[in-house]
């Protein structure tokens, strides 16, 4: 039962030939493999012993379709795997190899349990299937109490029988064992050994890399590597016949593997993410002050950003919302001898009222006079409106009334005047009935307006308002007007507006004798501001979640090349590049989302607090608009900035990761 029998080519089930592997070591080229011919039949226990460097692992991992051959070729039950891409390989090692580590390669971060039930989430396993199954093989392996311990809570012995429970969770066909005891004493390393013969003669096809001959006596064959080449190839006396193929041990059959839903697996994932996240505690907090920071400045800035229009559609919302053109007497604009002529009739307002395009109108007479009151008198403006004045300018009537037609048809001596004249001349009294003079005129007090924002006066003089009738007959003798106000429907334009005016009362005085003012250019610079104000406060806004972002791709970065044996391990159970990729991109977005939760929640605080501080007016309401903003934004940062990191994850070779400390 000696000599090199090595099974016929059709009946192998891993078959090298003319295996080369080369490295590229600086400018040096390694050859750790230099021309193999190896196969193993199925349900062979091969020990592949040699010195520390005679290219044991490099054969495992061409073995376990971890590392590809520089030259020749390897086939899998028949299969060429140069004709393999990535996905096929994956699930290669998913389905059909475990790995065994010579220092088990658990995750630190999970339990014995899930660090079992690892290749067959990449399997697409059904959970309570697969939880069923992890807990029956580790309570075959005598772990069952242990399977919520971290393994740092496990003494070695039982790390590397978790890692034999991960490398049998999927059937685990073919077993590779890479100095499996090489880092137990030799109780541990002897029951390690037991195993594994024990699972040979299960059925499980088994390669042992070993440097030690105790080990590789429990082989029925022994492969000897030396230098990148097989030196030796023989049979031991523990070779049996064929052994039974697999039956009675329910937990070693590979079970069916039920597809989840995508919704399950994203959950899966997620899960996955999240336990890597609390695996660094402060680091994870700290990239998400980051965001958190960047995500108020979001919301906080739209809110600030709303809160000031509101405060300018407020102070000068007619301004914004409507279209508004004064008429002036006058040749050209700002004629500084307007005021000489004495065209412009209230008639001529009739006739705009009737315009289409005008919506409404109203319209003025000026005069200065002696305001007196008792013994106070002061210099003021007598205003002589037209009917709808007050509504038109939005003046606010705080007391009494405004005009009546009767008062326009009557010429009535009445007026309403403004709050300081109250002020001034009856201080906290009431002014209503009392009697007042203009000039001589005696008037009856009936109402008081309020100042209106950006009404002012020449002069800061005190106003009174009377109707235009009442002034025209009976304190000035005009017959005509200073100021029409008209503002236009929406759809027409202020330059539209101005032209048909201007032609309308051309016609009407034969002549051009009168400007108008039209307030676009003020809509338009009104505008223009409250836009630049807004792209301020929103480059603010992105340049802090920028660099939020940055931290998440700096926190990234760092651990994905903190995470490199994490990385291989996951790979070599089998997962997929697209795996590995979604684990971090994920990572990042779940931090960001985070970071959005608190972040809203911070900004709720400080909107109170801002309240508070800012002057009244300036209420800072978070809208749903901020918080949905806030949550895009940090969604997009985690994907924008956690996908270049994500990336270089999925590309990290396997064995190089596996290697790293
Ligand atoms: P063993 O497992 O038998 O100790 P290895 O397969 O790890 O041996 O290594 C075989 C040879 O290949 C060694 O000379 C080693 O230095 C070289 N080698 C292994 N991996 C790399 C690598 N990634 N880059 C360069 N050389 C490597
Ligand atoms: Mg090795």
């Not at 995750?107 to 014995?112: E, G």
């Not at 790390?159 to 066909?173: D, F, K, P, T, Y």
Request: with cysteine; proline share 4%.
């Amino acid at each position: 039962m000696s000599g090199a029998a090595t099974p016929s080519t059709n009946d192998a089930l891993l078959e090298l030939r003319g295996a080369v592997r080369r490295y590229a070591s600086g400018d040096q080229q390694v050859v750790a493999l230099r021309g193999i011919d190896f196969s193993v039949g199925r349900g062979e226990m091969v020990a592949l012993i040699g010195a520390s460097g005679s290219g044991k692992s490099t054969l495992m991992n061409i073995l376990g379709c971890l590392d590809r051959l520089s030259e020749g070729s390897y086939r899998v039950a028949g299969q060429d795997t140069s004709e393999l891409g990535p996905e096929q390989l994956a699930e290669l090692r998913r389905a059909h190899f475990g790995f065994i580590f010579q220092r088990y390669n658990l995750l630190s971060q999970l339990s014995a349990q899930a660090n079992v039930e690892m290749p067959a989430v990449y399997a697409n396993l059904d959970a309570q299937e697969r939880h069923a199954r992890a807990r029956a093989l580790l309570e075959r392996l005598g772990l069952g109490g242990r399977a919520t311990h971290l393994p740092r809570e496990l003494s070695g012995g039982q790390q590397q029988r978790v890692s034999i429970a991960r490398a049998l969770i999927n059937g685990g066909e073919v077993i590779l064992a890479d100095e499996p005891t090489g880092a137990l004493d030799s109780a541990n390393g002897r029951e390690v050994l037991e195993l594994l013969m024990e699972l040979n003669r299960q059925g499980h096809t088994i390669i042992v890399a070993t440097h030690d001959f105790h080990v590789a006596g429990c082989a029925q064959r022994i492969v000897e590597v030396a230098d990148g080449v097989i030196v030796s190839d023989r049979r031991t006396d523990r070779a049996a016949p064929r052994p039974i193929p697999h039956d009675s041990e329910p937990t070693l059959v590979p079970a069916p593997i039920f597809s989840r839903s995508p919704w399950e697996r994203f959950f899966e994932v997620t899960k996955m993410a999240w336990t890597a996240l609390l695996a660094h505690r402060l680091r994870s907090g700290l990239t998400l002050l980051g965001v958190v920071i960047g995500i108020v400045s979001v919301t906080m800035m739209v809110a600030v950003g709303e809160s000031a229009s509101r405060v300018l559609e407020d102070k000068f919302g007619s301004v914004l919302k409507l279209k508004e053109l004064i008429i002036y007497p006058g040749h050209v604009a700002g004629d500084p001898f307007g005021p000489r002529i004495r065209t412009l009739k209230p008639s001529d307002v009739q006739a705009l009222r009737r315009e289409p395009y005008v919506l409404s109108a109203t319209f003025q007479t000026y005069t200065t006079a002696l305001l007196r009151y008792r013994s106070f008198n002061r210099d003021g403006s007598a205003v002589g409106v037209g009917p709808g004045y007050f509504d038109f300018q939005g003046f606010h009537i705080k007391l009494g009334s405004g005009f009546t037609q009767e008062d326009f048809d009557r010429q009535a001596p009445v007026t309403v005047i403004d709050d300081r004249t109250h002020k001034q001349f009856f201080g906290d009294g009431n002014p209503l009935n009392k009697v007042i003079y203009i000039g001589s005129l005696p008037c009856v007090v009936v109402g008081v307006v309020a100042q209106k924002p950006g009404w002012a006066e020449p002069g800061n003089r005190l106003s009174v308002f009377l109707p235009y009738t009442t002034s025209n007959a009976r304190l000035t003798g005009r017959n005509y007007l200073d100021m029409v106000w008209v503002r236009l429907q929406q759809n027409t334009t202020g330059e539209e507006g101005v032209e048909r005016i201007s032609n309308l009362l051309a016609e009407r005085h034969r002549a051009k004798d009168v400007w108008v003012d039209n307030n676009d250019a003020s809509i338009r610079a009104m505008e223009s501001f409250s836009w630049s104000l807004r792209m301020l406060l929103a480059a603010i806004a992105a340049i802090s979640l920028i660099v939020g972002g940055i931290g998440v791709m700096n926190i990234m970065l760092v651990s994905v090349s903190e995470r490199a044996r994490e990385i291989g391990v996951r790979v070599a159970v089998g997962a997929r590049q697209a795996d590995i990729r979604r684990q971090f991109l994920i990572e990042a977005v779940v931090l960001c989302l985070m970071g959005a939760v608190l972040g809203v929640l911070l900004s709720f605080i400080l909107s109170y607090a801002a309240t508070y501080a800012l002057p009244p007016g300036w209420d800072i309401r978070l809208s749903a608009t901020a918080i949905l903003a806030a949550t895009l934004c940090a969604a997009l940062t985690g994907l924008v900035f956690g996908y270049f990191p994500a990336r270089n994850a999925a590309a990290l070779d396997p064995v190089d990761a596996l290697s790293r400390d």
